[in-house]
């Protein structure tokens, strides 16, 4: 199954993340099938998304990890996802 997860980057104590799709198996930086994004958590929650590429991922069953929902969900990503489902 696939998921939707961060991997860390940065150095220490300023870490970065990459939206990434994965494996649920794999490790958390292990390789991953599609780079979708980045999270810097430390510049005011600054977010950068492939938002086509996204929706086709969740529209073919990747699950995203809890964390990852949420920030589809300010970025208004979960809401164009859940409309799409309806059609």
Known sequence: MLKL????L???KRPSY????????????????????NY???????VVLKE??????????AQPTRTVKSILVKAGIWAKFEES???
């Open 18 to 37: 990459r939206l990434v799709v994965m494996e649920d198996l794999s490790k958390r930086d292990g390789k991953a099938v599609a780079y979708l994004g």
């Open 52 to 61: 086509e590429e996204i929706l086709k991922f969740l529209s073919n069953g």
């Open 40 to 46: 810097f958590p430390l510049e005011d929650s600054k």
């Open 85 to 87: 489902k309806k059609k």
């Open 10 to 12: 940065g150095d220490k």
């Open 5 to 8: 997860r961060l991997t860390r």
